[in-house]
C-alpha cells in the first residue's frame, strides 16, 4: 500500500486575493472548479508539483456556526500551516519582498537554521526556513 499527500487545506478570507499572491510565490493553478456556491481552488508550487494547497473560503458546505468560527479564527491569524524550505532564507525573503510580500520577521539565525515569517492577505503568517 502507497499512501501520500496530494492536497492540503488553507483557509483565505478571498480566493482570488490568496491566488494572486501564491502566484508571487511561484504557484501555479493546479485547478479552478466553480460548482454553484463552491469554488475548488488548489495552487502548486512548480518545484513540488505533486502537492497541491487549496485556496478555501470558509463557507458552503460549512453551517453557519462552522463558518463563523473559521472566519473569526482566521481573521486573527491563528490558521496558519505552511513552513517553506529554502536554500539561501536571505536572498528569498528579500526577492519575495521585493514582489510585494510583507514580513513579520526578517531571515535571522535560529538555533535550527535561518528562518524568516511572512503574511498573506488572509492574515496566515507562515515560515521560511534555510536548515543547512
Same mark, same amino acid.
Given at each position: ?13 478571498d ?10 510565490l ?5 485547478? @479552478? ?22 485556496l ?31 536554500? @539561501? ?32 492577505p ?10 543547512s
Amino acid at each position: 500500500m502507497s499512501l501520500k499527500v496530494a492536497y492540503t487545506t488553507l483557509w483565505v478570507r478571498d480566493q482570488d486575493e490568496a491566488l494572486s499572491f501564491f502566484e508571487k510565490l511561484g504557484f501555479e493553478v493546479r485547478e @479552478d472548479i466553480k460548482n454553484g456556491a463552491y469554488r475548488w481552488l488548489a495552487v502548486a508550487s512548480t518545484e513540488q508539483p505533486d502537492l497541491a494547497i487549496t485556496l478555501s473560503k470558509p463557507g458552503y458546505p460549512m453551517d453557519e456556526a462552522s463558518t463563523q468560527a473559521v472566519e473569526s479564527t482566521l481573521a486573527k491569524g491563528m490558521l496558519s500551516t505552511l513552513v517553506f524550505t529554502t536554500d @539561501d532564507c536571505v536572498a528569498t525573503a528579500a526577492a519575495l519582498k521585493a514582489k510585494g510580500i510583507e514580513f513579520s520577521r526578517d531571515a535571522g539565525q535560529r538555533g535550527y537554521g535561518i528562518d524568516a515569517a511572512f503574511r498573506d492577505p488572509s492574515g496566515n503568517e507562515f515560515r521560511l526556513v534555510q536548515t543547512s
